[in-house]
């Protein structure tokens, strides 16, 4: 029978309160009992079934306010209590936002509610839950192949613990505030005497739950580090302190075996015989309450004598331990997982002291264990994969014996498989069991094996494969459970294969997604699922540049969905797209319009930010600062520099002052300083964001990665220039320009991760800055590293490079006036390739530059342009050099004082063709003309 059935029993009849039986209908009819019914459903685990009782009850007239207040508390609590207990990583989270909407409804409204500040507690508790996922997720990666991921969960992980641990700080003291308000003696019959009572209760929680937060976050680190060792020396203190405090209640008792728990960690014979003498003085306690406590008492003691290398007697422990607590919920608890994974360790530690014959039986009976820990999620995983691997290697599966299996064994091995990451054994079995149910007798079993084939076809990339079966079941049996899931898991895999194959009809696969998500959202609007379907479409209409259908499908994701901050984010990103859209056009109503989203933008932005931040996200989350580097961005492009300079200033400092800077943070602090360099340019703060730079040297991602990062920067330099010489704003530009040659010259003088391109686009952009002298450098640097490579693996690609490196060096000569070299060096490139383009526009830029300097004259420089001009005529199309070198003939002529011959040329260029090639060169011409007359 399933739980809920179990629940509709207790429902039906009765649950005993405080020695009273009390029945739903008699807690419907006393709003006094009604709230202690639900709690003690929740006790017992009948989570759904308290949640609809406290919804059925909340809007009752003959509901005390008092009591109606506290429904939201109670349903957070619920929550909580379910994702604690839930094996579902994906389900806990579900359940933990759940429980935060409601503990925050209750906090917000009923802010001096007796019970607020038990909420902050369980608000404290849900953080705590959130690290617990981030470290399983964390676990589940790779130390070595997947380091940085790895680290990246630890680091989240352990900013869930320190907001956690602010959190407990702040119920501690208002408990303390609440618990000192009531006198010091207090008769029996007082009632404020069993209010007191609470508060003191719930004091000692939050104080060893705080303690119990440090020791998590140690655990965040290798075993052995430096940070590890501390936490666990802190952690005997604390709860040392708290055991002497409240040694006669159960919080002391606990704050006693975690004392024992760090001293057993830190290791050492000392330490762990304290921490055994410590296990055993709990385990003789008579106290029933402590009888719960003693279910990690004992385990804890197993662990002790496997250290101790006491296979035998850990082996016994864990029999002893597994008989005590044979329920299911235990056997599948942390702990419980805990003792099988250590039953086999010793198991398997005794290997070479039994005979060869006795060793198979005793690696199956190991395995066995090992296998159903591998099942669940749990700190343990991880350890008893790496033993299942080593002591049951993957083998090819009998297809024979896979015919023979029933559904029930090879899901069961099916399960084993997927646990394992065997991805094709995995999908044999679960082949197998579709062919051992009838889907029109039993969908319910023949879906829930589709559906996870679908998750392994996914797993190992068959993208295709999982779509066609995880669409089967969101199509053809649209009220089944795991629906929702599988059209999810259908667009999923729809998109994987759209980006991973490029060669088949991608547009049909984008056609094919829109569909599925359109149905999705359709069929069950009011699930997770249909706001991922929601926001999946925004993203693809945005990227057909369709903002409006984009923002109308961002606006649907429900106001209480996971994904709401993120589709605001989105939404916002849109709006700003479309009033970029709506502004190009250039008429007023569209301008108008344009303000008009604008707005939404910024608003919409600032919300998110707000909400995530509301919700605890500090510099860590690359959420959060992707966010605020939207907002920023939409700041910098309309004038609001110092807005963005202010809301960033913040999230550099953050980011650059963690201790463990996870790796997803690269990118988002990429962004950040890129933002901030922007800023302070555009608030006339050069040397701040020079400044920016040095301490970018010190502590970014250095060598190539930091180079990189500076060229990067440096494009966004650029487009900052262009944006300003559009708006003809002469002061920013020569502002920009400055900043930027101090830019330039901070990229080359990087000694460390240069590329070829890097310099040259450093070079090249100090000669349009007329910054000959030092882009000649950087030309001659190029030079001497490509001198370098004396066996080059592309010796043409070589060479064009070099070629290259070469023109642009006499283009830094030219600048600077050593036209003698200049020259030499032109020769020697023309002679090499005479038919090449580049060199004859150098000649003739070398003549007019002697002109202008007066070391050579007007008509020879004419003569050059005019020459180079006629060898082009003939080209179709014309390239734009051959109007440019017109355009110098003209400018030749001027300075002659033949104004009146300098403007036919022009013109006679102009009738026979009016485009000239491009727009520039069109303004290039007509600006000329302006000044001739």
Request: aromatic fraction near 8%.
């Amino acid at each position: 029978m399933s739980r809920r059935a179990c629940g509709l029993g207790v429902i039906a009849g009765c649950c005993m309160l405080a020695g009273v039986v009390t029945t739903r209908a008699s807690a419907q009819e006393d709003p006094r009992t009604a709230v202690k019914f639900a709690q003690a459903l929740r006790e017992r685990g009948y989570f759904d079934l308290a949640a609809e009782f406290l919804e059925s009850i909340r809007d009752q007239k003959s509901m005390p306010p008092e009591l109606r207040s506290m429904v939201d508390y109670e349903l957070g609590r619920i929550s909580v209590d379910e994702a604690s207990r839930t094996g579902d990583l994906v389900r806990r989270q579900e359940l933990l936002d759940q429980a935060r909407k409601k503990l925050d409804a209750f906090v917000t409204a009923n802010p001096n509610h007796p019970r607020a500040s038990e909420a902050m507690v369980q608000l404290a508790r849900l953080l705590v839950e959130r690290g617990h996922i981030a470290v399983l997720n964390a676990l589940d990666f790779d130390p070595v192949k997947e380091k940085n991921e790895r680290d990246a969960k630890f680091a989240e992980a352990r900013g869930s613990f320190a907001r956690a641990r602010e959190s407990y700080e702040k119920a501690v003291a208002r408990l303390k505030t609440d618990y000192a308000k009531f006198p010091a003696f207090l008769p029996d019959d007082d009632p404020r005497k069993q209010q007191r009572d609470e508060v003191h209760s719930a004091l000692m929680d939050a104080e060893l739950q705080k303690a119990i937060v440090d020791y998590e976050d140690g655990q965040t680190h290798p075993a052995g580090s430096k940070e590890r060792l501390e936490s666990l020396s802190r952690g005997v203190t604390q709860f040392e302190g708290l055991f002497k405090s409240y040694r006669t209640q159960f919080a002391g008792l606990a704050a006693r075996m975690w004392q024992a728990k760090c001293l057993e960690e830190k290791g050492g014979e000392d330490n762990l015989g304290a921490a055994m003498g410590i296990y055993k003085e709990l385990m003789d306690h008579r106290d029933p309450r402590v009888r719960s406590l003693q279910r990690h008492v004992q385990y804890f003691m197993i662990l002790v004598m496997e250290k101790r290398k006491q296979f035998a007697l850990a082996a016994d422990e864990c029999t002893r331990w597994m008989s005590s607590y044979n329920s299911i919920d235990a056997q599948r608890s942390t702990e419980g997982l805990g003792v099988q994974l250590e039953l086999a360790k010793s198991i398997l530690a005794q290997l070479p002291e039994i005979s060869e014959k006795e060793k198979p039986i005793a690696i199956d009976r190991a395995t066995d264990r090992l296998k159903n820990v591998v099942r669940f999620a749990s700190p343990h995983k991880a350890e008893a994969l790496a033993l299942l691997r080593q002591y049951k290697p993957t083998a090819a599966l009998n297809a024979n014996k896979v015919a023979n299996l029933s559904y029930e064994d090879a899901m069961t091995q099916a399960e084993q498989a997927y646990s394992s990451r065997e991805w094709e054994n995995a999908i044999t079995l679960y082949r197998a069991a579709i062919r051992r149910v009838d889907p029109a007798k039993d969908p319910d079993k023949a879906n829930l094996a589709r559906y996870t084939l679908a998750v392994c076809y996914y797993m190992s990339k068959h993208f295709y494969k999982a779509s066609v079966v995880a669409e089967q079941i969101a199509r053809r049996y649209p009220k089944n459970g795991l629906a929702p899931k599988a059209a999810e898991l259908a667009i999923g895999s729809f998109v994987e294969a759209y980006n991973a194959y490029r060669e088949t009809d991608r547009a049909s696969d984008l056609r094919h997604v829109v569909d599925l998500a359109e149905f999705t959202a359709a069929t069950w609007p009011d699930t997770e699922q249909a706001d991922a379907a929601r926001i999946t479409l925004g993203q693809i209409y945005d990227g057909f540049g369709n903002h409006e259908k984009a923002i109308a499908a961002y606006e649907s994701v429900r106001s209480g969905s996971n994904r709401w901050v993120e589709a605001r984010t989105k939404v916002g990103s849109s709006h700003w797209e479309l009033s970029q859209a709506l502004r190009r056009k250039g008429t007023p109503e569209a301008n108008k319009a344009a303000d008009a989203e604008l707005s939404k933008a910024v608003d919409r932005l600032k919300e998110a930010l707000k909400s995530r931040q509301d919700a605890g996200a500090g510099p860590s989350d690359a959420a959060l600062v992707n966010n605020a580097c939207d907002l920023a961005d939409v700041y910098l492009e309309t004038s609001r520099a110092a807005d963005g300079l202010a809301l960033l200033t913040p999230f550099a400092t953050g980011i650059a002052n963690l201790k463990n800077r996870p790796d997803a943070l690269a990118k988002p602090y990429a962004r950040v300083l890129a933002d901030l360099l922007r800023a302070h340019i555009a608030t006339n703060q050069v040397d701040q964001a020079l400044a920016d730079m040095g301490v970018l040297e010190k502590s970014g991602p250095g060598g190539a990665g930091l180079t990189q990062l500076y060229f990067g920067l440096g494009k966004l330099l650029e487009r900052e220039m262009e944006s300003l010489q559009k708006k003809g704003d002469s002061a920013g530009l020569r502002r920009t320009q400055s900043a930027y040659q101090k830019f330039l010259t901070a990229l080359v003088a990087s000694k460390t991760g240069q590329t070829y391109e890097s310099l040259m686009w450093a070079g090249e952009n100090m000669l349009k800055l007329d910054n000959g002298k030092e882009a000649g450098v950087v030309f001659q640097r190029v030079l001497e590293d490509l001198a370098k490579d004396k066996e080059p693996a592309d010796p043409a690609r070589h060479a064009q490079r070099v070629l290259r490196a070469r023109l642009r060096l006499v283009s830094a000569l030219r600048g600077q006036g050593d036209f003698t070299r200049a020259e030499s060096e032109l020769g020697e490139i023309a002679s090499a390739n005479p038919r090449m383009l580049e060199p004859l526009v150098e000649k003739a830029l070398l003549a007019e530059a002697r002109a202008e300097a007066r070391q050579g004259t007007w008509a020879a420089s004419f003569q050059q342009w005019r020459d180079l001009a006629g060898r082009l005529e003939r080209a179709r199309p014309k390239p734009v050099e051959y109007y440019d070198a017109w355009w110098h003939c003209a400018y030749a002529l001027q300075k002659q004082n033949q104004t009146a011959k300098a403007r036919q040329t022009l013109s006679a260029i102009m009738r026979l063709s009016p485009t000239l090639g491009s727009p520039e060169m069109k303004t290039k011409y007509q600006d000329l003309l302006k000044k001739l007359k």
